[in-house]
């Protein structure tokens, strides 16, 4: 019965490559996850002052593993952030929007292949989430204190850091993930589904979020496959967790696409419809 329900949910992918799809959504979101975070700060820096998005982000960065150098690179990106300009904001703009256009394509590709303007119409669909990305990474950013606080107390503190982080990355993704399944894809799931699923997606990328934090934690040289740069592997390390953060997504999008056909099935051989 299990097995029935999840081929019958991942049957959309049925002969796509969602490798090759999940590579490509994850070429867009390199383009675009900087300028992306660059306008979220820069817009929470003007809503509530530079001083405050240091203050509430200070402890965080201070409790991350610096083992490939992740709390410089975030305290330069929230440096460089607060001190953007409107100019360069709006420069950042139209990176940013590509995410947006990446995942219509994706989603297009399997779903609609064919359609008109897909990338426009990523793009459009793309910015009302920019325009929230600001509140919800206020949000987010209000319960770094506690959370980070309890990672570095150690024991079972840690690992209750852990959970509440967990969920408050869950309850943010969720509507992030709702809106993108909803509208930025192609087709409109029904509600239910839409949310259920984008829940339960937005819970699994909490997940790997997570996960990709205790990576960067662990002890490896990084740059041996590289020839000893560094730099480069962490690279390519975050490019691979984003490649599977992205294949959790289609997978997700799939399972909405299979509910919204299933139920189309049913309504066109219900005795209504056949009478019609």
Request: proline share 6%.
């Amino acid at each position: 019965m299990l097995k029935r329900v999840v081929t019958a949910l991942f049957r959309p992918l049925r002969g796509k490559d969602v490798a090759l799809h999940a590579a490509a959504i994850t070429f867009y979101s390199g383009i675009a996850v900087v300028p992306v975070a660059l306008l979220a700060v820069w817009i929470t820096g003007l809503a509530v002052g530079a001083e405050r998005v240091r203050q509430l982000t200070g402890r965080t960065l201070a409790a991350l593993p610096d083992e490939i150098g992740a709390p410089g690179a975030l305290n330069a990106l929230i440096d460089a952030g607060l001190h953007l300009t409107p100019m360069l904001a709006l420069a950042s703009l139209l990176p940013a929007t590509l995410y947006g256009e990446g995942l219509r394509r994706a989603f297009a590709s399997i779903a609609r292949p064919g359609e008109k303007l897909v990338g426009w119409r990523g793009r459009i669909l793309w910015l009302p989430l920019l325009a929230a990305a600001p509140a919800l990474l206020l949000s987010l950013l209000l319960g770094l204190p506690t959370t980070s606080g309890l990672w570095v107390r150690g024991g079972w503190w840690s690992a209750l850091g852990v959970v509440l982080s967990f969920l408050a990355i869950w309850l943010l993704l969720t509507p992030v993930v709702i809106w993108v399944f909803r509208y930025v894809a192609p087709g409109r799931p029904p509600w239910l589904a839409t949310v259920l699923i984008g829940s339960f997606t937005a819970a699994n990328l909490s997940g790997f979020l997570h996960g990709a934090v205790l990576f960067s934690s662990l002890p490896l040289d990084l740059g041996v496959p590289f020839g000893g740069l560094t730099e480069v592997g962490a690279v390519v390390a975050i490019g691979l967790w984003l490649y599977l953060f992205h294949v959790v997504l289609l997978a997700g999008f799939a399972a909405t696409r299979a509910v919204k056909t299933h139920l189309s099935d049913d309504s066109a051989s219900s005795p209504k419809a056949i009478d019609r």
